[in-house]
Every structure is written in C-alpha cells, then in structure tokens.
C-alpha cells in the first residue's frame, strides 16, 4: 500500500486537534484573513462535505490503496466522468484529501486514508451517512425544528423516530450502522488509552451492542472480567464477536432492558453513546438501575462528548446540534448536567477525563451503600 503524507508520524489513529486549529479548519482553512471571506467559506462549507461524500461513495480511497492512479482510470472504474472527477479530486487535494503527484494523478493522503472501508476508525460511511437522503434533508429542516420543535422525522417522513425511519429503509440503517461502528473504534480506542481501568475486577457494558468497547478494555486489561448488557437480541449475536476479540472466555454476554434492570454482581458500570439519547429523566431512570445494582466503592464511568461552558470551538457543539435535529429527546451535556444527573441517581461525579477523541470518561462513584 502507497501512502503520500503530509507529513512524517505513522498513521494509526485519525489524529485529533486542539479547539485552536479545529476552528482554523472548520471550512476548510480558509485563507482569506477578512471576517466577511471567513464568514463566507463557512457559509459554502457544505460544499466540502457533499464532495467528500462523492469520493467516499465511489469508494476512490480504496482503490488508491495499491497506489496513485490516473483520474481516467478512476472513473473507469467507478461508472464517472473523467472532467468532473478530476474537478472532485483536485478540489479535495486542496484540502488534504487525497493529492495530485502528478498531472490528473491523484495518490492517499494521511486524511484520505480514512476513507478507505477496510481501515480501523473508517469514516467513510460517517461521510455517506450525513449526505443520506434522510439526513440531509432533516438538517435542511433546522429552521422549522428551532421554531416548532417538531422533529424533521415527524415533519417530512410521518415517522415518530430516526430510528423508525431506518426500519422501514435497510440501506440506509446499514450505512448507518457502518458509520456508528467506525465512529465508535475511534472513540473506544481513544478511551483505553486515557482511562487507567486498573483496580476493577469486573465490568459492565450497558448497552455495549456486539461488545467492541468492552472487548477493547479485557484486551488491554487482562485481569479484567466483563458483562455485555443488551436487548436480548443484540446479545444473542454477540457471542461469535467476543470470540473473535479473544475475550470470549471472560466476558458474558446478558440480554434484558436498562429501563427495568441490570445485572448486579460488577464493581464497575460503563455505558458509551447511551445518554445523550434521552431525557434527563430517562437518564435518571437508567442511572437509577445502575445504582440499584452496583455496591460501594463502586465506579460508573459514562463516555459521552462534554460540552464547555465557554465560546470555545467544540465538536460537542455541532453535535447537540445533530440530536436536536435528530433524536429531539436527546442532546449533549455538560460537566454541571452530568453532575445533576448523578446526583439524582445516587452518584457522585468525581472527575471528567478527557480522551484524545471528541469525548471524555464521565466518572462518579458510589460512597456508601443504601
């Protein structure tokens, strides 16, 4: 595999930036230094993101994997035009996505690299994702759901959820699922690197899907026991994935909802991606059966983005902005609310750890039994 770099570091993991130089990238690193031009490229930005989703859909990363290739070959092989490729790519190489080493002959670059489907952290169908027919047309509601409240599912597709909605469309679930799996490696392996899980003797994973995130604590933590906790027929699946992560012998996978109860018997409660789905009082409820289930000195350790208090640039932002669009029950936190939702369950918040991903490790702890 040839990759041409912009620079010498090993590529292993997309590499995150600090809120300074996210905020210089937001539309593309504008170069105009005026506040109208800046204003300007940001207000075109979704014009990144739609060329983005062309290369990720025509799958361009994967076959520059083997090497640079000439945009006529490329659009042989993706069905294309060759001029408006070649105006796709050169675009993109103006950013960072991919380069031109040659006259109309375009290479991977570190960023272009993840949109390649067979890489750890892939964010190509995160990109084909946001430009489904579905999401893009809910974001093009926003102005309605600000002054409505009425979700864009409701509005446009008669549906009560997202989640409704993808039932009833099997491409676009699978997509979906494609990119929370990709999104969600990033996040986990970013998580087992910040957050020293010594001392635990078993973990629970509420919610844990297939287990990716637990399987990546045992595998980094050989001492450590785990329970995958979900729906009953998620779990059913899980099994053959355990087995696969090499930690099929420690962690056991149990069916049930977090609504009405969770397994006991842990000292130590992880849920990733979980609440900022719900309500507060649906949070409280779930916390609630955690609390009900774990004895002191007990830990809860909640993996969720943390959104600040200041004007600075963060991601969690853009994000609380994505869940009122599409999951109007829910929205991202920030330290002060987390706290308030521990209290109301019988937690204490101890301390925020922040991961090199847009998300931190929310930890409280039980002090005493009831």
């Known amino acids: 595999m040839t990759i041409v770099q912009t620079n010498q570091t090993p590529i292993s993991m997309p590499a995150m930036i600090s809120a300074e130089e996210q905020t210089r990238n937001f539309a593309a690193q504008p170069s105009a230094t005026s506040p109208a031009m800046a204003l300007n490229q940001m207000i075109w930005g979704t014009w990144i993101a739609q060329s983005i989703y062309v290369a990720a859909s025509l799958g361009i990363a994967d076959r520059l994997e083997n090497g640079a290739k000439h945009v006529d070959e490329l659009a042989q092989e993706t069905d294309a035009q060759s001029s408006n490729l070649y105006r796709i790519l050169r675009t993109?190489?103006?950013?960072?996505?991919?380069?031109?080493?040659?006259?109309?002959?375009?290479?991977?670059?570190?960023?272009?690299?993840?949109?390649?489907?067979?890489?750890?952290?892939?964010?190509?169908?995160?990109?084909?994702?946001?430009?489904?027919?579905?999401?893009?047309?809910?974001?093009?509601?926003?102005?309605?759901?600000?002054?409505?409240?009425?979700?864009?599912?409701?509005?446009?597709?008669?549906?009560?959820?997202?989640f409704d909605y993808l039932d009833h469309h099997p491409e676009s679930r699978k997509t979906y699922n494609k990119a929370m799996n990709g999104w969600s490696k990033i996040c986990h392996s970013a998580v087992v690197d910040a957050y020293d899980f010594s001392g635990i003797r078993q973990i629970t994973d509420v919610a844990g899907g297939y287990g990716s995130l637990v399987s990546a604590i045992l595998t980094a933590n050989p001492g450590v026991k785990g329970v995958l906790f979900d729906q009953p027929h998620v779990v059913a699946d899980a099994k053959a994935w355990l087995e696969k992560a090499g930690v099929g012998d420690r962690c056991n996978p149990v069916g049930g909802n977090f609504?009405?109860?969770?397994?006991?018997?842990?000292?130590?409660?992880?849920?990733?991606h979980i609440l900022h789905d719900w309500s507060d009082e649906e949070c409280i409820q779930i916390l609630k059966n955690v609390r009900r289930s774990i004895a002191a000195p007990g830990r809860l350790l909640v993996v969720e983005m943390v959104v600040p208090t200041s004007n600075e640039f963060s991601f969690s932002k853009w994000m609380d902005i994505d869940m009122m669009i599409m999951y109007p029950a829910g929205r991202e936190r920030t330290e002060?609310?987390?706290?308030?939702?521990?209290?109301?369950?019988?937690?204490?918040?101890?301390?925020?750890?922040?991961?090199?991903?847009?998300?931190?490790?929310?930890?409280?702890?039980?002090?005493?039994?009831?």
């Not at 892939?122 to 999401?135: F, G, I, N």
């Not at 609504?259 to 990733?272: L, Q, R, T, V």
């Not at 931190?360 to 039994?369: A, I, L, N, Y």
């Open 92 to 162: 993109l190489a103006s950013v960072g996505i991919f380069t031109e080493i040659a006259p109309r002959k375009f290479a991977l670059t570190d960023r272009a690299h993840y949109l390649r489907s067979d890489v750890p952290g892939s964010l190509r169908a995160v990109s084909m994702m946001l430009s489904d027919e579905w999401h893009w047309n809910s974001w093009g509601d926003i102005l309605h759901v600000v002054k409505t409240g009425q979700a864009p599912m409701q509005h446009l597709y008669g549906v009560d959820s997202t």
């Open 259 to 272: 609504f009405e109860s969770i397994p006991a018997g842990s000292d130590a409660y992880i849920m990733s």
């Open 336 to 370: 002060a609310e987390f706290r308030e939702l521990f209290e109301a369950a019988g937690f204490r918040l101890t301390r925020v750890v922040s991961t090199a991903a847009p998300v931190s490790v929310v930890e409280g702890v039980v002090e005493k039994d009831t």
